[in-house]
Structure formats: structure tokens, C-alpha cells
């Protein structure tokens, strides 16, 4: 039975044309997925079906009805969940979780109940204890994003949509919000996924329809969705070349050291470790999540301060500069790319090019030491064309770009800054495949010239042929470090799951949740 039949939708937003011609088709229990670049639409055609947007032509049919607005949508059954988390920041957890379904004027619910109803719906997807009470602005961004799912899957819907929703999850938590979309799907409900995590979509998609440049171009079925596959539709350009580790860069350790982390405690009671980084290497960071690598990347830009230890970063002349705050961070060299793009990277009120240029203005002054406007509408222009940004009017909020290239203009933002030291949490979140390429080109040309990269991802398969070595935190310390030559999936799994490599059992499903 036919979940979601959309034809020939157009839709624009004053000059910019999103959608041109995009047509999909999804039946009830399926997993459809949208794919396409950085900008291609995907995001709106979700809002189309979910009846937040209103297209401008074609025809959009979900479940036998046009929804005119998100109400009708919600009535339909359709649970849509959107790339911006919406959240409620200030309440609780439970009432961010019973929003919408019991609410004010309709509460079926005593407060008591609502609290346990949300606390055992979460703690099976999260995987981990969870106080319903506790305030959402507190929480960190993969229980965050578990809110946002657990409102949607709580009203048992029959049309799901999830746009880039794994992206803030690792890999188990991926796994379990796979096993929660089978169980929905199995009941016969229609899932529609927008990500640009390939293999994610190999594993899960029963279809997918490709989009590219606000047209669809193509429907792949199950056997078909292959990452070659996909990137032949994505982009009228050839697929990117994947980005090789230069066979001449032996080991570090003869280079300079840039910076170091001695007996550090990322929290009381917790192991200390060192950490050292040095000229030209390229260090991945991974952990599952409240492993303690994200404590780690933040503690190491200044952004938390330690429990105990130092980080130390040295400048060329050798001299030490220990870091307490961003601010000392950044005068000694350090940019950072914040993977919570909405409350620590953009600025939602400021213009794209605003976005941009407060980092690197310092370094476009003229002679009288005034900032050299041209000189940074240059540097702007070349970033936009080297990370292939998708922008409209660089006067234009931030906010009218896709979610990718937003983070795009912040990858841009960091590099401007002419940094020795790059510091990135999670910076390919929402970020399609041939971009992901070409920052991990520009990182490694970064590294060429002497720079030092610290790179967090969710998504293990980003470090091969890109990282030197990875560092796995485990129990918020330190717990292995595998260099290039040792690195494989196996050998990151087993490591993030504190497990010696050589253990004989497999990893099991139960570990994982
Ligand atoms: N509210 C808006 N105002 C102006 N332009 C918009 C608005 N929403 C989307 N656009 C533009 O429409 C185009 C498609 O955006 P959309 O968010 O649908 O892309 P996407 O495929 O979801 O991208 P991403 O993978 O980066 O999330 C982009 O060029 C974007 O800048």
C-alpha cells in the first residue's frame, strides 16, 4: 500500500529554487531514504509531506490526504523530525517528550506518570539511566536528539521522517535507533530517512529516491544502494576520489611538539592521561557516547577546564602557553569547530558572511591596523569555492542555508582563522560525501604544511586513510591508541568497547545496546 506518493513538486524561496521537480513514492512498511548533496532539497521536500511548507506546484499525497498544515500531517500520522532540534529548552524531559500528544488542554496523564512513561521510553533508546525531570538545556546533544525521537515514536506514527537523525548518535545508539525504525517499520509504518551516512543507508534503506539540484533523478532499490551507486546520481561531476594518507609521512615523533596534555583528569576520580600532538599529524578521537572523548576535545580548545593536568600548547619559538579559557586558546593558535552547530556555532540573527568573518578578521587589517573589508571578502569568496558552499546573498541570515552548508561556512570560518592547531568535534555531522572528501583533502594539505589536526567523529569509517592514529576514550580517560597501520573497524570497535583486540568473542548485539 502506497505511504507517500509526491509528483513533480516545485518549490522556491524567493530566488532560490529548492525543489524543481521532485517525485517520490514509499509504501507502508518501508524504509525510504532521500538522498542528495549539501542543498539539493532534501530538507524541503520533508517539510512538504509534513505539511510545514506549502509547495508552490505538483501534487503531494500521504496516507490518501494533501496535508495542509502540520496539525492535519499530525493527524494523518505523520511524525516528522526535523535537522534543527526542536526543543523545548527549559522544560523537563518528560514534558519535552509529551508535547504536542498530551498536552495542556488534553492531558490524559498524571504528572507522576508522565515522568515513568518518559524515563522508561528514553532509557531503551538511549541505552543509559535518564532523570525525566532534568532540564533539556542540560543535557548533551545525543540525549538531546533521543528526546526529539522518543516524542515522535511515542505516538506510534505511521509515516516517520527523520532528517539527519542519527547524525548526533554513535554507533550504538545508531544501532538501536535501527532496531526502533525495523520494529516501526515491521508494524507496518512508513519510514522516510534523509542522511548522509552511507553505510548507515546501505544497512537500513528497503529503497531510495536521489535528488540533485531540487530534482529527483533516480530511485534506487535495496539491492541497488551502493555507495558508487549513489554518488553516480548525487552529483553531475565525477565522484570524488577518496583521500589517500601521503605514503611519505612516516611516524611524528621527530617533529615538533604543538601541544600537550599532562596527568590530565577530564573528571574526579577518573584516570589521568597525557596526550601529545605534534607538526603535520592528523589525530582521530572516538569514543561511544560519555566515553569522555567529547569532554576531551572541549577540555583541549578551553572550553571546560579540567578536573586536574594541564594543556599545554608551544608556540614556534618554543615558548609554552597553557590553556584555561577558548579566548587563550585561540590567541595561541588553536580553532575550533564545535559539532552543536546550533548553540555553539552559528550565530542565528547574523548574515552568512558575519558568520564567517568574525572569526578571521583579525588577520585581514590594513596598515593603519583598521579591518581590510576587501581582503576579507576575498578570503570569504575563495573559502566558499574551495569547500563548494552553497550560499545565497552573503547578507542573507545564516539561517536560510541548508544545515550542511551552514556547517560548511563554520569548517571555512575555522580554516580563515590560520590556525597551527585545528580542534574538530564532529565537524562532517550533516555533511554530504564529496564535501566530507575534500575536508579531509584540506586537512591533510593542512597537515602537509605543518598544521596539527585533533578530528572527533561518531562515524568510524572516517578515519581510515585520513588519520595517523586514533585515540579511543573509554571511562572518560584515554584507553588506546591505534596508529594508521592498526586501524580497522574491528579494531576500533573492540577498543571503544574496552576490549582487547585479540579477544576471541565477538562483540555482541546486548554490548551494543
Ligand atoms: N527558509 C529558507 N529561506 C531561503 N532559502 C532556503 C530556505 N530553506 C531552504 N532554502 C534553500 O533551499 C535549498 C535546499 O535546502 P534544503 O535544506 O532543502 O537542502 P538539503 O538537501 O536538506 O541540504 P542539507 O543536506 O545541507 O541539509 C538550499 O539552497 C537552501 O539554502
Redesign the pocket.
Known amino acids: 500500500m502506497t505511504g507517500i506518493l509526491v509528483q513533480g513538486v516545485s518549490k522556491s524561496?524567493?530566488e532560490?529554487?529548492?525543489?524543481t521537480d521532485a517525485s517520490l513514492a514509499a509504501d507502508m512498511g518501508e524504509v525510504h531514504a532521500i538522498v542528495?548533496?549539501?542543498?539539493?532539497?532534501?530538507?524541503?521536500?520533508?517539510?512538504i509531506i509534513s505539511g510545514v511548507l506549502a509547495p508552490d506546484g505538483g501534487t503531494v499525497d500521504v496516507l490518501g490526504e494533501t496535508p495542509g498544515n502540520p496539525c492535519h500531517a499530525r493527524r494523518l500520522g505523520v511524525a516528522p523530525i526535523f535537522?534543527e532540534m526542536m526543543l523545548a529548552e527549559q522544560l523537563s524531559i518528560a514534558e519535552n517528550v509529551f508535547a504536542g500528544s498530551d498536552g495542556l488542554l488534553c492531558r490524559t496523564l498524571s504528572a507522576k506518570a508522565r515522568n515513568a512513561e518518559a524515563k522508561a521510553l528514553l532509557e531503551r533508546l538511549s541505552g543509559q539511566a535518564v532523570d525525566p525531570t532534568a532540564r533539556v538545556s542540560d543535557l548533551p546533544l545525543h540525549l538531546k536528539q533521543w528526546v526529539v525521537l522518543a516524542r515522535a515514536i511515542c505516538i506510534q506514527p505511521r509515516v516517520l521522517i527523520l532528517?539527519?537523525s542519527s547524525a548526533a548518535l554513535d554507533l550504538a545508539g545508531t544501532e538501536r535507533l535501527h532496531a526502533e525504525i525495523r520494529r516501526l517499520r515491521d508494524g507496518g509504518a512508513c519510514i522516510l530517512i534523509?542522511t548522509?551516512r552511507i553505510a548507515e543507508l546501505v544497512r537500513i534503506a528497503d529503497k531510495a529516491t536521489v535528488?540533485r539540484d531540487?530534482r529527483t533523478v533516480g530511485t534506487l532499490s535495496k539491492f541497488e544502494i551502493t555507495e558508487q551507486n549513489l554518488l553516480k546520481l548525487m552529483s553531475a561531476e565525477k565522484p570524488p576520489a577518496k583521500v589517500q594518507l601521503d605514503p611519505s609521512k612516516t611516524a611524528r615523533s621527530s617533529s615538533a611538539l604543538v601541544l600537550r596534555c599532562e596527568a590530565l583528569q577530564l573528571a574526579r576520580e577518573t584516570t589521568p592521561f597525557g596526550f601529545e600532538l605534534r607538526e603535520g599529524e592528523i589525530v582521530g578521537v572516538a569514543g561511544l557516547d560519555g566515553a569522555g572523548h567529547a569532554e576531551f576535545i572541549r577540555t583541549v580548545a578551553g572550553i571546560d577546564l579540567p578536573s586536574s593536568g594541564s594543556v599545554t600548547i608551544f608556540g614556534s619559538h618554543g615558548q609554552s602557553i597553557e590553556i584555561r579559557s577558548i579566548e587563550e586558546a585561540g590567541a595561541a593558535g588553536l580553532s575550533y569547530v564545535s559539532g552543536d552547530r546550533k548553540k555553539e556555532g552559528i550565530f542565528p540573527a547574523l548574515s552568512t558572511f558575519e558568520n564567517f568573518a568574525m572569526a578571521p578578521y583579525g588577520c585581514h587589517r590594513d596598515r593603519t591596523g583598521l579591518i581590510d573589508a576587501g581582503s576579507l571578502r576575498g578570503s570569504f569568496a575563495r573559502e566558499v569555492a574551495r569547500l563548494g558552499i552553497?550560499?545565497?546573498p552573503p547578507n542573507?541570515r545564516i539561517?536560510?542555508?541548508?544545515?550542511?552548508?551552514?556547517?560548511k561556512v563554520l569548517i571555512a570560518r575555522a580554516f580563515a582563522a590560520q590556525p597551527k592547531v585545528i580542534v574538530l568535534n564532529d565537524p562532517a555531522r550533516?555533511?554530504?560525501i564529496g564535501t566530507k572528501q575534500e575536508l579531509y583533502r584540506q586537512l591533510v594539505a593542512f597537515s602537509q604544511t605543518g598544521g596539527a589536526v585533533i578530528y572527533l567523529s561518531s562515524e568510524i569509517e572516517e578515519f581510515f586513510d585520513f588519520a595517523d592514529r586514533v585515540d579511543v576514550f573509554v571511562q572518560t580517560t584515554l584507553h588506546r591508541s591505534l596508529p594508521s597501520r592498526d586501524l580497522s573497524e574491528e579494531a576500533l570497535l573492540y577498543a571503544m568497547f574496552g576490549r582487547l583486540a585479540d579477544a576471541v568473542s565477538p562483540i555482541t548485539v546486548e554490548e551494543m545496546a
Open positions: 524561496f524567493g532560490t529554487r529548492a525543489l542528495g548533496e549539501n542543498g539539493s532539497g532534501k530538507s524541503t521536500l520533508a517539510k535537522q532528517d539527519e534523509v548522509h535528488l531540487g552553497k550560499v545565497g542573507d539561517t536560510s542555508l541548508s544545515g550542511g552548508n551552514q556547517q550533516g555533511v554530504d
